[in-house]
């Protein structure tokens, strides 16, 4: 029986995977992010997603199925990545208060025997409300922003700011669960959802 295997630290991405009632384990790649550059944002999460996938396949069962995942955030043509620092976190919180910005995910999954793989993206545009610099102070003292593309998360205390979206949510979250679960079945991984403890 195939087994699934997330290939990530996220554990946005790993609630998300169990809130739905998937049966998985997590092995997190240990990879360079920065190896990836001069690409366009679908380009650079695609090859981020696979770079991560293809970190744990010697590690993994030879009968796994590898999902992973990665998120960027565009604004006007610029990428904006996880924050270095509290510093570059509130700069680029301020640039993002009161526009509309995009956000990409791309998935990539392999199976560990027969190497046969999906790839895809998806895009979502984000509006933001305008924030102000209390605000902005306060959130990055939770310590939130710190782990996230564009310094914030709509799943958690982020999701005060955002105003509205044009796309799926969850590929905002990190991980487009529905094409994740198209993707999954054509492997044969489906959820069992009498297991999901519901929210």
């Known amino acids: 029986m195939k087994k699934l295997i997330l290939a990530s630290a996220s554990k946005r991405r790993f609630d998300i995977l169990k809130n739905v009632g998937y049966d998985f384990d997590v092995i997190i790649p240990d990879i360079n992010e920065d190896i990836v550059a001069n690409s366009t944002p679908y380009e650079l999460v695609s090859e981020l997603s696979k770079l991560k996938a293809l970190a744990v396949l010697s590690r ?39 526009k509309t910005h995009d956000v990409y995910t791309g998935v990539y999954i392999i199976d560990a025997k027969t190497r046969r793989e999906i790839s895809f993206h998806e895009k979502c545009a984000v509006l933001m409300n305008y924030i102000s610099d209390e605000q902005i102070h306060e959130y990055i003292a939770t310590g939130q922003p710190m782990d996230k593309a564009g310094s914030y998360g709509i799943q ?12 799926d949510y969850f590929t905002v979250c990190g991980l487009p669960v529905s094409r ?3 993707s999954l079945n054509e492997f044969g991984i489906l959820p069992t959802m009498k297991d999901i403890e519901y929210l």
């Open 156 to 167: 958690g205390a982020g999701a005060l700011f955002v105003s509205g979206i044009q796309g």
């Open 180 to 182: 994740v679960y198209e």
């Open 60 to 98: 993994a069962d030879k009968d796994a199925i590898i999902l992973a995942s990665d998120t960027v955030v565009v604004l006007k043509g610029n990428i904006l990545g996880k924050p270095l620092d509290k510093a570059h976190a509130h700069s680029m919180l301020r640039s993002l208060s009161g």
